[in-house]
Nanobody, 123 residues
Framework: VQLQAFGGGLVQAGGSLRLSCAAS????????TGWFRQAPGKEREFVAG????????YYADSVKGRFTISRDDARNTVPLQMNSLKPEDTAVYYC?????????????????WGQGTQVTVSS
């Protein structure tokens, strides 16, 4: 499966952005999907994930209550709605998919990666 992440941009603190991960080749119903981010000089970290069935979602503590991951089967996309953005959310955001039932929180658990989209939150 090939993934493409898009929707990043520049936003002021407190604002919102909606990222989306599009898949080609297979449907997301065959994979657990995650969003990760990587800030300069830092390791890639888990942000949010959704199970292969779409019935379970998981969030990093730092984004819980502000970000929402979902799945749009009609468009074969996995959106990440980001609200109440903070400067510390600034990073390159990646979507990833793994051929398994459950969501993983480590990058090495994922088999497929999109190219990343830059999110910059100004204070």
């Amino acid at each position: 499966v090939q993934l493409q992440a898009f929707g990043g941009g520049l936003v002021q603190a407190g604002g919102s952005l909606r990222l989306s991960c599009a898949a080609s080749g297979r449907t997301f119903g065959s994979y657990a999907t995650g969003w990760f981010r990587q800030a300069p000089g830092k390791e890639r970290e888990f942000v949010a994930g959704i199970s292969w069935s779409g019935g379970s979602t998981y969030y990093a503590d730092s984004v819980k209550g502000r970000f929402t991951i979902s799945r749009d089967d009609a468009r074969n996309t996995v959106p990440l709605q980001m609200n109440s953005l903070k400067p510390e959310d600034t990073a390159v955001y990646y979507c990833a998919a793994r051929a398994g039932l459950r969501v993983g929180i480590r990058p090495d658990e994922y088999d497929y990666w999109g190219q990343g989209t830059q999110v910059t939150v100004s204070s």
